[in-house]
């Protein structure tokens, strides 16, 4: 049996069922990152003294890392591009970008964290290193995610191209909401974190 | 019918591709001031502000341009509406035990 409304837009919502699908998840994302930071607003508003990011983390990495995320939100957004003008090849290309980019970021991240467990920072430290590793590491979570699903579609599920390509076009567009959705927590957590 | 179809299709996506690379350098430069802004060592609730301020400007560039909200459906915006305002409610509980009204440390 087929699964209805992958291409075909369901006449009471005008949507694809799978972009409501991702829509919602997106939602219930914003939730989970919502209650972090909301702890760290209770964290920090309750604390006597709190130091700032740039006492303890490497801004120009996080910067750099800002660059490197936001880079990759546009070959993203290249990559579903290039479906709609019917450029597999070029594509694969933006695709590779976008995966490529998600690794350095995480490369960049993993000297990070490399640089603090060796000078003894733990998220055991204090409330502030506590609430970075669980924002961070939750976010590098995404990350990879992100990166398994988009691997799947330069890969193996790239099939469907040649079968189906409006509905691999749709999945792509939704991975990608998925991507920004990333890009724009990093948005928020880079000056949350670094620099305040 | 169906090439003149499909020439609109390719330079309306054309347009898009155009719109991405300019906000692409919005972004950028907008990184840019933020961190510059943060080596001035304003006072924290101004510090606080202006972050934030940025960093709304470049997720609405994004929310609206590469996740293409500026031109969603209804349902979408419904769905989003509601999350704002749990979003809303759920940062507003810390800022609300902190005052006076609500202070719940004893």
């Known amino acids: 049996m087929e699964i209805p409304y992958t291409v075909e837009v369901r006449r009471d919502t005008g949507l694809t069922n799978g972009k409501i699908?991702?829509?919602?998840?997106?939602?219930?994302?914003?939730?989970?990152?919502?209650?972090l930071f909301a702890s760290y607003i209770l964290i920090r508003t309750g604390a006597p003294t709190w130091p700032r990011g740039d006492s303890i983390l490497n801004v120009p990495l996080a910067t750099f890392n800002t660059i490197v995320l936001i880079t990759s939100s546009v070959t993203m957004v290249m990559a579903w591009a290039s479906l709609m003008r019917n450029r597999f090849s070029t594509f694969r290309l933006y695709m590779g970008a976008t995966?490529?980019?998600?690794?350095?970021?995480?490369?960049?991240?993993?000297?990070?964290?490399?640089?603090?467990?060796?000078?003894?920072?733990?998220?055991?430290?204090?409330?502030?290193?506590?609430?970075?590793?669980?924002?961070?590491?939750?976010?590098?979570?995404?990350?990879?995610?992100?990166m398994a699903v988009n691997a799947y579609f330069l890969g193996p599920g790239s099939k469907l191209w040649k079968t189906n390509p409006e509905w691999f076009t749709n999945r792509v567009e939704h991975s990608g909401l998925f991507w920004h959705f990333v890009d724009l927590v990093w948005i928020f957590l880079f000056p949350t974190l670094y620099l305040l | 019918m169906q090439a003149s179809t499909t020439t609109d299709h390719a330079a309306d996506i054309d347009k898009h591709v155009r719109v991405y690379i300019t906000v692409f350098v919005a972004l950028m430069v907008l990184t840019i001031v933020t961190v510059a802004i943060s080596r001035y060592h304003l006072p924290v609730p101004l510090a606080v502000s202006v972050a934030l301020l940025v960093a709304t400007i470049k997720g609405s560039l994004v929310a609206c341009y590469f996740m293409h909200l500026i031109s969603e459906k209804k349902l979408i915006y419904a769905v989003l509406a509601l999350t704002a305002f749990f979003f809303a409610v759920l940062l507003a509980l810390p800022v609300l035990t902190h005052s006076d009204g609500f202070y719940i440390h004893q």
Do not use: Q, R
């Open chain 1, 21 to 35: 699908g991702i829509w919602l998840f997106l939602a219930s994302e914003v939730m989970l990152f919502g209650a």
């Open chain 1, 99 to 146: 995966i490529l980019l998600g690794g350095v970021f995480l490369v960049v991240k993993y000297f990070e964290y490399s640089h603090k467990f060796h000078d003894h920072l733990f998220p055991s430290t204090n409330n502030f290193l506590a609430i970075y590793f669980t924002l961070t590491g939750l976010h590098m979570l995404h990350v990879m995610g992100g």
